[in-house]
Structure formats: structure tokens, C-alpha cells
């Protein structure tokens, strides 16, 4: 009998796991396009954190790249071929990216992979797809390392060929803000608190590099543990030390909190961070106190460019229940170049696939240029977008306001 | 630089919230000596029940008149909760070896975990939890927010109904006899079963009270904030001795004071200020753990392991 | 009473855990067979009926969330481009400074092109650092056309050697741009080589000593 009851319970429990991890995947999976165009598919994966903290960021991407592969086929730009999307969830979580690496890897149809959000995601999937000579765009990732090599700052070494950005790299953002924050904003004393993870430790270097050149002094430093929740103990010190500015380096599910506690603690000064605190959630999780908070973005406001109404009227027709976020404009164009990538190498091919066409469509993908939501796409030759947009935004009236934007032109 | 008192009270605000979940953990772990890990999953639910109050309440409503009824409503989804558990998930396998609730007990803390995730609207990511408006309260140098004022009120007043209950009533000291020796309480006519699902309960109501101060001390509340939480509050109750409910209050105190006073000071000792920022914390506060159980493996106010067996 | 010590149990005595002892069976036959189930399975029955609570409720939960109501996408009107869309500054060299500036200042050239859309008037070029001036030539405000390119020269002056950025690693101009659509304000950060002319600039303009 008690056995019996406890195989039952198990059985119970199972069972509720498993409709749980069903009602999952149906959210975090793949949406079939219904248009068959009767020749070959090709799946263009995505890789984003699609739950958890970050997937505000994350669901922008998905919903993007879905909707360029949409239109794609809607224009039917590459005859013969339908185009599809495959969304797979890193829950921000390097191993689990190189699990979805490995599984797109393995799939024939999979000839291009947008994402991911993170970095520290991109560094362990990077070597993977590498191997595979299957092409990765990353609408977001603004670690210069990724494409510059480790020692990016003395000699810049590509390392993976298959590795392309659309996103502007840290090298550019930190400085930036630092050159706001000390001319235009005129604060000369920073306290500067980063994440330790691959995103938010460069960001914060980048700009203390920068800012200290330029005559301003560090106060303070600080490490947080991005499980935390708890940072009165930090903002204390922050108020202590006399700073009058912040510096963030990480993402919006803890700078949020950061500022309102900072802010809490009696220390009324602004909150500056990277495009990874740049999503409304921010104002949500800050409070009323964020108003004057900082954020360097890359790129400019997607509601500016003539190419990003198209972009946004079609993303409000989709249907899309999220937003489509800070890189929502940057997630189509990178599925976008891949399927331009894909076009060219059919065209070549005299309208079929060729047998090696992952290597092919990489290949391919140096020489993409097109006019896409963002602005002129393209490559240099480490696989970093030529389009070098900044934008400075700040925190009025609980929105994301642009206050300055820049172009790098280097 | 005089950071100290300020730091200190940031400390015992965080330790009380480790304290009020924390019993939970002791209570259970007192009377059926099962580490109850879907506690912080408890805790967890506590706070979305009382979201779900202020949700369901019409907008603008005063928050004084809206906290004592997310309170219950937070008690009540905690309690019915744990009060499941305890029936449909512990009680078939009391008589089964440790290990088999004690798995069940972190498996239902990922089904838990997974509900909400899925079901409860909204919740993928953070939801934000209404907040008490008005300023901070400034005392000397040491300022204490708004949203802290309901959890130096909570604690000590939770603490207190614990202790006159434990002490005082006829359940209370039933509880303490099954502690002691449950077939002896059983023989003595009192229902253990019934002290069990009190203890649950108990504990259950403790953890929503915490969460309740969570949700306005941090501002939101999300699926996974149990985990870490309760890891914390399992931590401070075997810090202050498993199965003593004071343990449990003095146990999270003096972590949550540890892990403030470790990220504000550690970096200014000479040589350490790589082991200094707050990320270290956590490590610091493990270590006073080990230190604390190689002393006192008992933990700070627990009995001897001997007299348990 | 004495001599009567505590019994103690034996075989085939245990403790009821509190339950009463089962009623037994009724007589004849029971009533349906799931009823007899139910009788043999409490826990089991308990169980799944606990689960299918927690999947109605979740599923209610789930059905019952509020959803926005797709809206009515707006059509996107055809519209002159911002002119920072449109206008790129790149930095082309150093200059001979002209006989006529104040001491400690220096010259170099950039260059703004116009892809498409109206013509772009620059109204402002400006730098952000303290303790630097500059003037341009030729002078603002001036027009560029879709498709044509115009050479500026720059000649900053030091007002202040103390405040100057020695080593700034991504300096950039302001540059004001006006067209038929708006006016905009857009920072122009020229790359590392505007970035390391400067610096050298500003040591050579600061190094005679007449701070």
C-alpha cells in the first residue's frame, strides 16, 4: 500500500512536470511558417534568453527575426526557398547557448543563427558554430573581444570567421558615455559597479578607461552577484563615497533595483549604464526616483529611421504580444542578412542550394549589404557592422528618452 | 566614514527577512526532522498571493487599507499551500527512508517554481509590487526606507506570537512534546498529525509575512525569487541551530548583518580588496557558517545532535 | 499493581498511526466497481484528484489572463529622412594652421558627405571638452547637397592647457545639422587616428610654456 501511494505521487508529480515543461516549449518554440512554397526550407535559428530576467530582450529578438523570415517569404526573395525560424531558449546561461549551438549544429536545414543576447552566451557557442562554418549574427552582443580577440585594445584578431554583429561594440559605447557623463553632464567623480560577467565587466572598463583619461576621478568600485536582490550594503558605501554618478555595467533585472536602492540610501544621483539597462523594465523594477538615469544604447532610436516605420508597422501587424525591445530592429536585420546571404549563394548556384552551403552562406555573409531597419548593414573584416550608431538616452516621465546620439566614423 | 550604524541596520533588516522565513524551515525540520526545501517556493507563492490581493483590489485603493488584506491573502495561499503539500506530498511518505521527502520536497519546489512561471499572468519576468508611499524615516545618520517600516514592525511582533504560542497554548506545547519524542506526545493523547500541519502552516504564515516585506522592501517579486531566498533562510536556521525557532530568528540576524558588514568592509583590509565587493558576500557568509559548525556544530542556540537521535 | 511491569510490544502490535481501524467490508455485493477503486485507492484518488485541481485552476488562470487586443497597425508614410541618416563626418587629416589664428592652436580637415534626401545645412560644429575652442572654415552656417561632399577645416584653439583632454581615446565633434525634416544635434566620433592627432596636437600646443 505504501508503495503503491508513493509510485502515485511520483507518477503525479511527473505528470505535472511534464505539462508544465509542454506549456514551456509551446511558448518557447518554434513557430511553423504555414507558407509552404513547395522547395527547400531553410531554418534560420535563434538563440536568445526567451524566459527569465532577461527575456523581455530576448522575445524582442525572436519575434524579429521571425518576422523578417516572414517577409522574406511573403516577397518571395529567394525562389525555391521558404524560410523558417527555430527559437531556442539560453535562459541567459552560456552552457545552455552551447547546448542550442550544438543541437542547430546538428540539424541540416539550420543554415544561419541569429543571437545571442549575451556575450558570455556568445563566447561558448562561437567555437561550435566555427567548426560547423555555420554562420552566427548576433544583434546584440557588444563585447569588442567577441570579434577583436582577447587583446582587442593592442591587436585586434579575429577569431572565428563565422562570427558576424550588427551591434556596435563596447569599445565604442563605454567611451562614449564617458565623454557624456564628464563634458556634457559635467559629473567628475564616478562610483563604477559591474556584474563580473563578460558584458558588464568590459562595459565598465571601457568606460573608466576612458573616463579617468579625461580627467575624472573613480571613487569607488563594487562587484554584484546578479542573484542578488539585496544592495543596501552597496548603496551605502556609493553614498559614502561621495560620487556623483554611477556607472552600471550589466543588465536592467539588477540595475533597476540598484538604482532605487542607491537612491534610497539618500545618495540622489543618476544611475548610468549600457544598452543592457535600456529596456522599459528598468523604470518598472527603478521607480518614480529613475527619472535622470542614463543609458548608452547602440545604435539610434529605431522610431527614427525611415526604414524602421516599415520595420514597426509590420511588427504591430504580426501580432507579437511582446515588444520587440532594445534589439528587436537589430534581430531583423541580422536574420535579414542571413537570408541575403542565402539568396546569393542560390543565385550563384543557379537556384538550388549547394551541398556545402553553410560554408558558402559564411562566406557570403562578408560581402552583404543592404539597406535594413538599422541602416546601412554591412561587415568590416572582423564581423563587426560598419554602422556604427550610439545613442544616449535618459529617463523622463518613466520612458526612455534619446538626449544625444553619436556616429563613429573611425 | 561613519557608514557603520547605517550598514548595521541594513543588516538586520535583511537578516529578519532570513529570520521570518527561516523559521519555517526550523519548525518543520523541529518536528518531523524533514529539511522542507519547497519552503522558499512557499515564501514565494506567499508574495504572489498577496499581488494577486492588490490586483484584485480597485485601483487606488490606500495601501494602509490594502497591506493587512494582502497579508491574509498571502497567508492564505502560503498556508493552503504548504497545508497540500504537507498532506498530499509528505504525509504518504513519513514512513519512508529520508531521502525520499526530501527529494519530493525539491521536486516540489521546481513544480511550484514552474506554476507560477507558466500560469500566473505575467510572471516570465518581474512583476512589481505595490509600495507604501512616503518617505524614508531618517534616525541620526541611519536612514530606514518606507517599505522597511512593515518588516521592523513584522518581525519582532511575528517573533513574539511564535513565542507566546509555543510556550503558552496547549498546541504550543503539544508542538514542543512531539518535538521531543513523537510516540511518546502520540501515547500522551496528543494528535501528532494535527501538530504537524500546524507546524506546516505556521511556517507557512511566517514565510508569506516575510514575503509580503520582500515584495515592498525590493519592489518586485518574481518565479525564482524563493530559490536563493530560501537557501539563505535554510542557511540561518541551521546557523542558529535547526529546530529552535529563536535559532532561527538569531541565525538569519546575524547572516544578514554578516554579508552587509562583509561588502562594506572586507575590501578596506589590506590586501583583500579583491574578496571585498558584495559578489563575495555570499562567500563570506558560508564561511561563518563552517566556522560557526566546527565550534558548535549544533549551531548557535540548538540543542546537541545526541538529544535528536 | 506492583509486579506489573510496562508491556512492551510484540509481535503483531503497532501503533494506528491515529487512524481508525478500517471499517470492514459490507456485506454482499458493493455498490459499483469505482466506489470499491476509490475504497482501495484513497491515495491514489487523492492524488489525481489534487492534480487535476491544479491543472483546472492553472488552465483557468492561463485562458482567463488579459491579453491586448491586437491594434490597427498604422501605414507608414514615405518621409524625408533625418538628416544624421543621411550625413556622415569622416576625418581626413592634419592642416597647416592659418597665419592669422591665436597661438597654441592647430588645424585639420574633415570631411561631410550627404547620401540622399534634401540638402543638409550644418549650422554648429562645436567639441565638448573644456579648455578648447574652435572655429571653422569655411564658416557655418553652410549647405551640402544629396550626393556632394564638403571639406571643413577646423582650427582649434587651447584656451586652457590644464583642462584639455591629453588622451582622450574616442574624442568627437558635435556637428548641428538642419534639414527640411528636422534639427539635429549628432556627436561625430572620428576613430583613432582623429583620436591620437589630437593628443599630439595638444602636447606640441601645450608644451610651449606659455600656460
Known amino acids: ?31 511553423k511558417d504555414s507558407g509552404d512554397g513547395g522547395g527547400t526550407t531553410v531554418v534560420i535559428g535563434v538563440d536568445a534568453p526567451l524566459t527569465g530576467d532577461l527575456s523581455a530582450m530576448g522575445l524582442g529578438i525572436k519575434n524579429s527575426a521571425d518576422l523578417a523570415a516572414k517577409n522574406a517569404n511573403k516577397q518571395n526573395l529567394v525562389k525555391g526557398v ?151 550594503a552597496v548603496a551605502t558605501k556609493v553614498k559614502n563615497s561621495g560620487a556623483q554618478v554611477v556607472y552600471y555595467g550589466g543588465e536592467y533585472p539588477q540595475a533597476g533595483p540598484l538604482s532605487k536602492q542607491i537612491k534610497a540610501a539618500g545618495a540622489k544621483i543618476p544611475l548610468v549604464g549600457g544598452d543592457g539597462i535600456k529596456d522599459d523594465t528598468f523604470m518598472k523594477l527603478a521607480g518614480s526616483e529613475a527619472t535622470g538615469d542614463l543609458a548608452t544604447s547602440v545604435g539610434a532610436p529605431v522610431e527614427d529611421l525611415p526604414s524602421a516605420k516599415q520595420f514597426v508597422a509590420d511588427y504591430k501587424a504580426g501580432g507579437y504580444k511582446e515588444e520587440y525591445s532594445a534589439y528587436g530592429g537589430y534581430a531583423y536585420d541580422s536574420a535579414w542578412a542571413i537570408i541575403e546571404a542565402v539568396k546569393k549563394v542560390v543565385d550563384d548556384n543557379g537556384g538550388k542550394l549547394p551541398d556545402d552551403a553553410r560554408a558558402k552562406i559564411t562566406e557570403a555573409m562578408q560581402g552583404v549589404s543592404f539597406d535594413g531597419v538599422t541602416g546601412k548593414v554591412s561587415f568590416d573584416e572582423f564581423g563587426d557592422a560598419t554602422n556604427k550608431q550610439l545613442t544616449v538616452y535618459a529617463v523622463k516621465n518613466g520612458a526612455w528618452v534619446p538626449v544625444k546620439s553619436g556616429t563613429y566614423s573611425g | 566614514m561613519n557608514e557603520l550604524p547605517q550598514q548595521l541596520v541594513n543588516g538586520l533588516l535583511l537578516g529578519s527577512m532570513y529570520g521570518l522565513v527561516a523559521i519555517g524551515y526550523t519548525m518543520v525540520y523541529g518536528i518531523v526532522q524533514l529539511i522542507n526545501f519547497a519552503h522558499g517556493e512557499i515564501f514565494m507563492t506567499g508574495a504572489f498571493g498577496a499581488l494577486t490581493v492588490w490586483l484584485w483590489l480597485p485601483g487606488g485603493t490606500s495601501m494602509w487599507l490594502a497591506l493587512p488584506l494582502m497579508i491574509v491573502g498571502a497567508i492564505i495561499v502560503a498556508v493552503a499551500i504548504a497545508v497540500g503539500a504537507e498532506r498530499f506530498a509528505y504525509r504518504p511518505l513519513r514512513t519512508a527512508p529520508r531521502l525520499a521527502p526530501l527529494i519530493t520536497a525539491i521536486g516540489l519546489s521546481l513544480a511550484l517554481q514552474q506554476a507560477v512561471w507558466a500560469w500566473y499572468p505575467e510572471a516570465k519576468s518581474a512583476r512589481t509590487f505595490p509600495q507604501i508611499p512616503g518617505g524614508p524615516f531618517e534616525i541620526g545618520n541611519v536612514t530606514i526606507q518606507t517599505g522597511d517600516i ?21 498546541t504550543g506545547r503539544g508542538m514542543q512534546a512531539t518535538a521531543q519524542d513523537p510516540d511518546t506526545a502520540k501515547l500522551m493523547g496528543v494528535n501528532t498529525d494535527r501538530i504537524i500541519v500546524i507546524a506546516f502552516a505556521l511556517g507557512a ?23 536563493i531566498l530560501g537557501l539563505k533562510a535554510f542557511t540561518a536556521a541551521v546557523l542558529g541551530g535547526i529546530g529552535n525557532i529563536y535559532g532561527a530568528m538569531i541565525g538569519g540576524v546575524v547572516l544578514g548583518v554578516a554579508e552587509t558588514l562583509a561588502t562594506a568592509y572586507i575590501a578596506d583590509i589590506p590586501g583583500m580588496d579583491k574578496f571585498g565587493s558584495q559578489s563575495w558576500a555570499d562567500v563570506w557568509a558560508f564561511v561563518l557558517l563552517i566556522l560557526v559548525l566546527l565550534f558548535r556544530p549544533q549551531g548557535l542556540l540548538g540543542e546537541r545532535v545526541a538529544d535528536r537521535a | 499493581m506492583s509486579g506489573i511491569g510496562p508491556l512492551e510490544p510484540g509481535e503483531d502490535t503497532h501503533a494506528w498511526d491515529g487512524r481508525p481501524p478500517k471499517a470492514p467490508r459490507p456485506a454482499g455485493r458493493t455498490r459499483t466497481a469505482l466506489a470499491a477503486w476509490h475504497r482501495r485507492h484513497r491515495r491514489i484518488t487523492f492524488a489525481l484528484l489534487a492534480a487535476a485541481v491544479l491543472l483546472a485552476g492553472g488552465g ?72 578648447l575652442s574652435l572655429t571653422t572654415e569655411p564658416q557655418v552656417p553652410f549647405q551640402t547637397k544629396a550626393g556632394s561632399a564638403h571639406k571643413i577645416t577646423i582650427t582649434m584653439h587651447v584656451t586652457k592647457c590644464g583642462k584639455a583632454p591629453r588622451n582622450a581615446a574616442l574624442p568627437f565633434l558635435d556637428v548641428t545639422l538642419r534639414n527640411a525634416r528636422a534639427m539635429q544635434v549628432q556627436s561625430f566620433i572620428l576613430g583613432p587616428r582623429y583620436a591620437q592627432d589630437l593628443s599630439r596636437s595638444l602636447e606640441v600646443a601645450c608644451s610651449n610654456r606659455l600656460r
Open chain 1, 1 to 31: 500500500m505504501r508503495q503503491r501511494s508513493l509510485i502515485a505521487i511520483t507518477a503525479a508529480l511527473a505528470a505535472g512536470a511534464l505539462t508544465l515543461t509542454a506549456c514551456g516549449s509551446r511558448d518557447s518554440g518554434d513557430k
Open chain 1, 82 to 232: 521558404t524560410f523558417k525560424t527555430e527559437a531556442l531558449d539560453d535562459q541567459a546561461q552560456p552552457s545552455a547557448g552551447q547546448q542550442n549551438a550544438s543541437k542547430f549544429v546538428s540539424e541540416k536545414e539550420v543554415l544561419g543563427v541569429v543571437g545571442p543576447l549575451n556575450s558570455s552566451v556568445a563566447e561558448s557557442m562561437q567555437k561550435v558554430f566555427d567548426d560547423a562554418k555555420l554562420v552566427q549574427v548576433s544583434p546584440a552582443n557588444t563585447g569588442p573581444a567577441l570579434t577583436q580577440g582577447q587583446d582587442w585594445q593592442t591587436k585586434k584578431v579575429r577569431g572565428y570567421k563565422s562570427y558576424f554583429r550588427t551591434a556596435t561594440t563596447d569599445a565604442i559605447q563605454g567611451p562614449f558615455a564617458a565623454q557624456y557623463v564628464f563634458n556634457e553632464a559635467k559629473k567628475k567623480k564616478v562610483f563604477v559597479i559591474d556584474d563580473k560577467k563578460t558584458y558588464g565587466s568590459g562595459l565598465a572598463a571601457t568606460f573608466t578607461d576612458e573616463f579617468k583619461k579625461l580627467g575624472g576621478k573613480v571613487v569607488g568600485t563594487e562587484h554584484i552577484n546578479p542573484d542578488a536582490k539585496d544592495f543596501s
Open chain 2, 150 to 170: 512593515f518588516l521592523v514592525l513584522a518581525a519582532p511582533i511575528s517573533m513574539a506570537i511564535l513565542a507566546y504560542f509555543v510556550m503558552k497554548t496547549r
Open chain 2, 205 to 227: 504564515a511566517f514565510a508569506a509575512v516575510g514575503a509580503v516585506a520582500y515584495g515592498l522592501k525590493y519592489g518586485e517579486i518574481n518565479f525564482r525569487m524563493g530559490f
Open chain 3, 60 to 131: 483557468y488562470l492561463h485562458a482567463t489572463r488579459p491579453q491586448r487586443p491586437p491594434e490597427r497597425p498604422e501605414r507608414p508614410r514615405a518621409e524625408v529622412p533625418y538628416p544624421v541618416q543621411v550625413a556622415d563626418v569622416t576625418y581626413l587629416d592634419g592642416r597647416t594652421t592659418p597665419a592669422d589664428a591665436p597661438p597654441r592652436s592647430f588645424s585639420f580637415a574633415v570631411l561631410l558627405s550627404v547620401t540622399s534626401g534634401p540638402p543638409v545645412t550644418v549650422t554648429r560644429v562645436t567639441q565638448p571638452y573644456a579648455g
